[in-house]
C-alpha cells in the first residue's frame, strides 16, 4: 500500500473522529450555556449519536465489501 494512499485512508478515518470528538464537546456545551435541561440534552446528544452511528455503520459496511466478509 502506497504512503498517499495509507495516509488518506487514516487521515479521514482519525480527523472525521476527532472532529466527532470535538461536536460532543460543542453540544455539551450549547446545551450547558442554554440551560437546556435534561430532557433537551438528551435529544441534542440523540441527534449527535445518529449521525455518529452513521459513521461507524459505515465503516463496518466499507470492511465487509472490500474484503473482509463479503
Known sequence: ???D????????TLGV?????LMVF????LARRNNAGRY???ILFIALAMGLLGFA???????L????GL
Open 40 to 42: 433537551g440534552t438528551f
Open 26 to 29: 460543542i453540544v455539551w456545551d
Open 1 to 3: 500500500m502506497a504512503l
Open 17 to 21: 473522529t476527532a472532529l466527532m470528538a
Open 57 to 63: 455503520i459505515k465503516g463496518a459496511i466499507q470492511y
Open 65 to 68: 465489501m472490500e474484503g473482509g
Open 5 to 12: 494512499t495509507w495516509l488518506s485512508e487514516w487521515g479521514v
